[in-house]
Nanobody
Framework: VQLQASGGGSVQSGGSLRLSCEVS????????IGWFRQPPTRAREGVSC????????WLADSVQNRFTMSRDEAKNTVYLHMNNLRPTDAATYYC??????????????????WGKGTLVTVSS
């Protein structure tokens, strides 16, 4: 099982990015996929999770109405669409697999695999 996050970069406040998580070793219809991030000066935090059926399970309050997840089963890839980025969104973003549960806490304790992260920087 491998997950590879990509798509990070440097944007100005208010900008947008799309992160990709390419999965190998299983298909998206078999496992939930979530995103979490590690900011430079704060604790790790959950961002969002999408179920194996393709429905959104939870989204962090801090990214409500700005971030969404989608997936392309043909490419076995999950996306995190980030709009109206803020400096507080700056972090290394990771994708992981495990049961979404109903919250980040559920997902955190159930994560089984995650890959290297992709860095997002947001300038004000």
């Amino acid at each position: 099982v491998q997950l590879q996050a990509s798509g990070g970069g440097s944007v100005q406040s208010g900008g947008s990015l799309r992160l990709s998580c390419e999965v190998s070793g299983f298909t998206l219809d078999l496992n939930d996929i979530g995103w979490f991030r590690q900011p430079p000066t704060r604790a790790r935090e959950g961002v969002s999770c999408i179920s194996k059926s393709g429905s959104s399970k939870w989204l962090a309050d801090s990214v409500q109405n700005r971030f969404t997840m989608s997936r392309d089963e043909a490419k076995n890839t999950v996306y995190l669409h980030m709009n109206n980025l803020r400096p507080t969104d700056a972090a290394t973003y990771y994708c992981a697999t495990g049961p979404c549960g109903s919250s980040w806490t559920d997902f955190y304790y159930g994560m089984s695999h995650w890959g290297k992260g992709t860095l997002v920087t947001v300038s004000s």
